[in-house]
């Protein structure tokens, strides 16, 4: 391990790499801590404290609401337009045709998204910043001060296209996926304060066996995010049999169907806390039932099913999009390959979709119970607990930190390849 470390530190262009990527980091950090301008942040604080869902939507936005910062929507209109596009792919064939078409398809594609984001981002600022001041009592901002509000939210939408530029950057500059790092970076946000919790309250036993949990799960995520199974293939152009192998992931999907999932299951819950505080009498129990039944704060049994079933459901439509069988078994084809007993062609492309399908059932099975696990078990023990990081939040820090250490590994090789050249 000490050895790897100092190759690491040891070539000089993978450590301005991690050195980029870490003071980028310190930058998202410190944009959570600026206030938008013309905002009462005095009144939030206890509205956050006081209502323990407002308190893990915070969580959920970055930590950007307890300060009403510039970055109060954090990533969130921007995964909400991969989503728009992604869905559209289904429906529009030229959006379709560029997720086919691989790298060049995707910076297109990527273009179009980032366009999307802009007003998705404009429109949820506005009504941000009207939830917010609604539970509030309206202390936060004076809402009828037209000029006042279209400030919020211009430097809001800003804020959010920052940061989504700040990955970008990131990613070219730094080691890995920005904006994989940036969500990361928000998943752990919260760790430090969980443990300091468990330390206040002197409550040791408790800790250390969601501490040994968190390990033995971070242990099992990395199996199955690693595991895959082998596709043999023979290739005959060189004139003699050269046997290759095509793995195919158990979990091809990673951390982003957890992503999409949290996007949506949390959004009845917060429209449940402006039902609620309804002066109507119909609205006001619909949001009392939202609150009661669909509340990531409070899960009931129907919640975790809808979560369990998202998980599920997102995690099919991103490998149908991202794992195109027909493509895989045309480039096979056209290298002068087959699998073995196969016959080249469609009949490999369906084969390919079998074991797909069959080895990412359990993937997909296996992200939704992590990500619902820690919920099940506050059922049964009738209070809510959790591991010491999220289910769904390890398995995004797994899937990014492997991504990291593949990009690193790939670094050295290139590196220590170098010196014979």
């Known amino acids: 391990m000490v050895d790897y470390l100092k190759s690491v530190i040891g070539i000089k262009s993978l450590r301005k790499k991690i050195i980029a990527t870490l003071a980028m980091v ?4 410190f944009l959570a801590v600026i206030p938008i301008p013309g905002v009462n942040t005095a009144g939030l604080d206890a509205i956050i404290e006081g209502q323990k869902g407002l308190a893990f939507f915070s969580a959920l936005m970055g930590w950007g609401i307890e300060n009403f910062s510039i970055i109060l929507m954090w990533l969130w209109p921007y995964i909400n337009a991969v989503i728009i596009i992604q869905l559209l792919g289904v429906i529009i064939p030229k959006i379709a ?13 990527n273009k179009f998204t980032r366009w999307l984001t802009l007003p998705i981002a404009f429109l949820q600022s506005y009504g941000m910043i009207v939830l917010l001041n609604s539970l509030a009592g309206g202390s936060i901002i004076n809402t009828g001060d037209i000029p006042t509000v279209m400030m919020a939210m211009m430097i809001a939408t800003a804020g959010t296209m920052f940061l989504m530029w700040l990955g970008e950057v990131m990613t070219e500059y730094g080691i890995s996926n920005g904006i994989s790092i940036i969500i990361t970076a928000w998943v752990m946000a919260a760790t430090p304060w969980v443990i300091m919790g468990y330390v206040n309250s002197w409550n040791y036993p408790l800790f250390a066996a969601l501490l040994i949990a968190t390990l033995v799960v971070i242990y099992i995520i990395v199996k199955f995010t690693e595991g895959n199974r082998r596709i043999p293939i023979i290739y005959t152009r060189t004139g003699r049999e050269e046997k290759s192998y095509f793995p195919i992931r158990v979990n091809q999907a990673g951390m982003i169907p957890i992503i999409f999932a949290v ?14 505080n309804s002066t109507g009498e119909t609205a ?11 509340s990531i704060a409070n899960p009931s049994w129907l919640f975790i099913i809808v979560y369990f079933l998202l998980v599920l459901g997102f995690s099919f439509f991103y ?11 045309e480039n096979i084809q056209k290298r002068g390959g087959y699998i073995p007993g196969i016959r080249p062609g469609e009949e490999t492309a369906a084969y390919l979709q079998k074991v797909s399908d069959h080895l990412n059932l359990y993937g997909w099975s296996f992200l939704a119970f992590i990500a619902v ?23 995004i820090i797994v899937s990014v930190l492997l991504d990291i250490m593949r990009k690193v590994d790939s670094e050295i090789k290139m590196f220590d390849y170098s010196k014979f050249k």
Not at 97 to 109: D, F, N, T, V, Y
Not at 287 to 294: N, R
Not at 373 to 395: N, V
Request: aromatic share 12%; charged share 15%; glycine share 10%.
């Open 26 to 29: 310190l930058v998202y950090k």
């Open 97 to 109: 045709e560029l997720q086919k078409e691989g790298e060049a398809g995707q910076r297109k594609i």
């Open 263 to 276: 996007s949506i299951v949390t959004f009845p819950a917060i429209l449940g806390e402006v039902l609620s």
């Open 284 to 294: 006001s129990s619909i949001g009392t039932w939202m609150l009661q039944y669909l």
């Open 319 to 329: 490998v149908s999009i991202t794992f195109n069988t027909d493509q895989v078994a």
């Open 373 to 395: 696990f820690p919920y099940i078990m506050g059922k049964f023990m009738g209070q809510s607990i959790d591991f010491i990081i999220s289910g769904a939040g390890l398995i």
